[in-house]
T-cell receptor
């Protein structure tokens, strides 16, 4: 158990819908990272927040957005969902914003029908 | 900028050794190694920093050749528990302060009795 929690564990929804994935980092960690993992694309970095502020952006679509709240939990919002958005979404946390160990949560499996 | 891992897959018998390579076309600041078992989250193994030494824990160690922009993960006397997909994540040298980890496509390691 990494100490990072993600909810929900599974999510099944339809195309065009909007969903919110939630992540609580390990106690004391200030950075939260979001990743998308699919069979054909592998593990793709989406976005990083540090202490409430966006720090780095990866291959995140405009239909996706994220935020980190004052209590340091983070939410990833996915809208206008497409079939290709079906994937495992991982959240990871680390103590700092620099080169640091990232502890991954168990992931949310999103299925878009 | 995605690092290239080789081999894509390797099958071992318990007790055999394996080497997994990770190469980048860009100058690297750090290399991170993770192992992911099927259906689970990636688990941190180690980080190698530019200018750092070879690292290891238990029978898993890694090296970082800055000139070749390459890292290698060494698994000696493999155990059944080593089975999984190994990912390298690379952080490239850049002028900015943004931190972004780019993962390779992974190497599937299977250890058989």
């Amino acid at each position: 158990d990494s100490g990072v929690t993600q909810t929900p564990k599974h999510l099944i929804t339809a195309t065009g819908q909007r969903v919110t994935l939630r992540c609580s980092p390990r106690s004391g960690d200030l950075s939260v990272y979001w990743y998308q993992q699919s069979l054909d694309q592998g593990l793709q970095f989406l976005i990083q927040y540090y202490n409430g502020e966006e720090r780095a952006k990866g291959n995140i679509l405009e239909r996706f957005s994220a935020q980190q709240f004052p209590d340091l939990h983070s939410e990833l919002n996915l809208s206008s969902l497409e079939l290709g958005d079906s994937a495992l979404y991982f959240c990871a946390s680390s103590p700092t914003t620099g080169t640091d160990t990232q502890y991954f949560g168990p992931g949310t499996r999103l299925t878009v029908l | 900028q995605q690092p290239v891992q080789s081999p894509q897959a390797v099958i071992l018998r318990e007790g055999e050794d394996a080497v997994i390579n990770c190469s980048s076309s860009k100058a690297l600041y750090s290399v991170h190694w993770y192992r992911q078992k099927h259906g689970e989250a990636p688990v941190f193994l180690m980080i190698l920093l530019k200018g750092g030494e070879q690292k290891g824990h238990e029978k898993i160690s890694a090296s970082f050749n800055e000139k070749k922009q390459q890292s290698s993960l060494y698994l000696t006397a493999s155990q059944l528990s080593y089975s999984g997909t190994y990912f390298c994540g690379t952080e490239i040298v850049s002028g900015g302060s943004n931190y972004k980890l780019t993962f390779g496509k992974g190497t599937l390691l299977t250890v058989n009795p």
